[in-house]
């Protein structure tokens, strides 16, 4: 799939934006402060309806103004898109998909897919758990409306499960109680954990092949889900594709941790609780890898993802990179940009043009922007 056309009104420093598309290759030009990464955002809340670094719609809107539009179509092999997005001060935001209002955010996720790659993203090897959770389910909610619906159920139920043992804690409420809310933390749970095993499975084996050919042999990479009760070794392999025993399994830690959750007032099971875990050699990347490896293991999970996403859904999605290039050696960049140039629309920001190989600038669309303004 590929954005065709950038449409935005008072959104951040943008005043007017109206961008055709014209490339596969788009690279946003410009000193800093000037709105590169603006740019990028706004392609990624059209597509997820949320930013990868707001905390409020609000500071999306242009200082001043009480209301931004945001807007695009996206071109895709059967049928083409329109996003609109329109958000007001202190209001719920507004969208539509082919001039149809969408009831609920979550139905925005498919229409546009994307990937993100920027230095950042060393979080992801670095960071907490969290982080990496967020990444899976990032990726799976744009690849599964059945993943999305459960994750917002899931959510739903933790929620309810924590007030009630924080009831119980105080004494407040029935610890029988607990039984209905355990029955459906369970059957989302599996759901969700079954899925993310999968996936994990299927990103492993991309990002094992694209390290294998960035480090030319040298290196293996092994990517392994996580789950929150510990090791999938200790589940054995082949066993998730046994909804019976993750059942089990997880029940049996419901019931093991059942007195820690009532005196804590806070549920300790749960998929909520998962993680990835990063290999290089067998060893950890996180607390072994060199500041280097890491990078290429990022780098490797995220070209994984794009081949992820395209298995799942026939099409690849579209990459925004962000301060990418002066990260990356040049045996990397020459490595990365050949593999999506001309399979994958690809955003991407600098402050100059001397990093990028003349071959790649030749197929570019080369957009200058100063201070929130084509230039
Ligand atoms: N809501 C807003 N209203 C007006 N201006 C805003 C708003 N939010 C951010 N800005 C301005 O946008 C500019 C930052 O834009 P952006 O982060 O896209 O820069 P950049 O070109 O990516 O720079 P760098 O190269 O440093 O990463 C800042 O000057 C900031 O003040
Ligand atoms: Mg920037």
Same mark, same amino acid.
């Given at each position: 799939?590929?954005?065709?056309?950038?449409?935005?009104?008072?959104?951040?420093?943008?005043?007017?934006?109206?961008?055709?598309?014209?490339?596969?290759?788009?690279?946003?030009?410009?000193?800093?402060?000037?709105?590169?990464?603006?740019?990028?955002?706004?392609?990624?809340?059209?597509?997820?309806?949320?930013?990868?670094?707001? !905390?409020?719609?609000?500071?999306?809107?242009? !200082?001043?103004?009480?209301?931004?539009?945001?807007?695009?179509?996206?071109?895709?092999?059967?049928?083409?898109?329109?996003?609109?997005?329109?958000?007001?001060?202190?209001?719920?935001?507004?969208?539509?998909?082919?001039?149809?209002?969408?009831?609920?955010?979550?139905?925005?996720?498919?229409?546009?897919?994307?990937?993100?790659?920027?230095?950042?993203?060393?979080?992801?090897?670095?960071?907490?758990?969290?982080?990496?959770?967020?990444?899976?389910?990032?990726?799976?909610?744009?690849?599964?409306?059945?993943?999305?619906?459960?994750?917002?159920?899931?959510?739903?139920?933790?929620?309810?499960?924590?007030?009630?043992?924080?009831?119980?804690?105080?004494?407040?409420?029935?610890?029988?109680?607990?039984?209905?809310?355990?029955?459906?933390?369970?059957?989302?749970?599996?759901?969700?954990?079954?899925?993310?095993?999968?996936?994990?499975?299927?990103?492993?084996?991309?990002?094992?092949?694209?390290?294998?050919?960035?480090?030319?042999?040298?290196?293996?990479?092994?990517?392994?889900?996580?789950?929150?009760?510990?090791?999938?070794?200790?589940?054995?392999?082949?066993?998730?594709?046994?909804?019976?025993?993750?059942?089990?399994?997880?029940?049996?830690?419901?019931?093991?941790?059942?007195?820690?959750?009532?005196?804590?007032?806070?549920?300790?099971?749960?998929?909520?609780?998962?993680?990835?875990?990063?290999?290089?050699?067998?060893?950890?990347?996180?607390?072994?890898?060199?500041?280097?490896?890491?990078?290429?293991?990022?780098?490797?999970?995220?070209?994984?993802?794009?081949?992820?996403?395209?298995?799942?859904?026939?099409?690849?999605?579209?990459?925004?990179?962000?301060?990418?290039?002066?990260?990356?050696?040049?045996?990397?960049?020459?490595?990365?940009?050949?593999?999506?140039?001309?399979?994958?629309?690809? /955003?991407?920001?600098?402050?100059?043009?001397?990093?990028?190989?003349?071959? /790649?600038?030749?197929?570019?669309?080369?957009?200058?922007?100063?201070?929130?303004?084509?230039?």
């Amino acid at each position: 799939m590929r954005v065709c056309h950038l449409h935005l009104n008072s959104y951040r420093n943008y005043d007017h934006l109206d961008l055709k598309v014209t490339s596969q290759l788009c690279v946003i030009v410009g000193a800093n402060a000037q709105g590169k990464t603006n740019l990028l955002e706004a392609v990624y809340y059209l597509a997820t309806a949320r930013s990868f670094r707001a !905390h409020k719609d609000d500071e999306l809107i242009k !200082h001043g103004v009480d209301e931004a539009f945001l807007g695009c179509t996206v071109d895709r092999e059967v049928n083409p898109s329109e996003i609109r997005i329109r958000l007001t001060r202190n209001r719920p935001k507004q969208i539509t998909v082919n001039a149809r209002p969408l009831r609920r955010h979550l139905d925005l996720f498919g229409h546009l897919n994307v990937v993100t790659f920027s230095p950042d993203d060393l979080q992801l090897v670095k960071g907490g758990p969290g982080e990496r959770r967020r990444f899976l389910d990032m990726e799976l909610s744009q690849v599964s409306g059945a993943y999305r619906h459960d994750i917002a159920t899931y959510q739903r139920v933790l929620r309810q499960r924590n007030n009630l043992l924080k009831e119980i804690s105080e004494r407040r409420a029935d610890p029988e109680l607990l039984q209905a809310w355990d029955l459906q933390l369970l059957d989302t749970g599996c759901r969700i954990m079954a899925r993310r095993a999968t996936a994990v499975k299927q990103l492993a084996h991309f990002a094992r092949l694209v390290h294998h050919e960035i480090t030319r042999g040298g290196e293996r990479l092994t990517i392994r889900y996580r789950p929150f009760f510990g090791s999938t070794d200790e589940v054995g392999e082949g066993e998730w594709e046994d909804s019976e025993s993750l059942r089990a399994r997880f029940a049996k830690e419901i019931k093991r941790l059942r007195q820690f959750e009532m005196r804590r007032g806070l549920t300790l099971v749960g998929p909520q609780r998962d993680d990835l875990e990063f290999l290089i050699n067998d060893q950890d990347v996180r607390s072994f890898g060199s500041q280097g490896q890491q990078r290429t293991c990022v780098l490797a999970t995220k070209l994984a993802e794009i081949e992820f996403m395209r298995a799942q859904t026939g099409m690849y999605p579209v990459l925004l990179l962000d301060d990418v290039m002066s990260e990356l050696d040049e045996n990397r960049r020459h490595y990365f940009l050949g593999t999506v140039s001309g399979r994958v629309q690809t /955003f991407i920001t600098a402050t100059g043009l001397e990093t990028f190989p003349q071959e /790649f600038l030749s197929q570019s669309q080369v957009i200058r922007i100063v201070r929130g303004k084509l230039s």
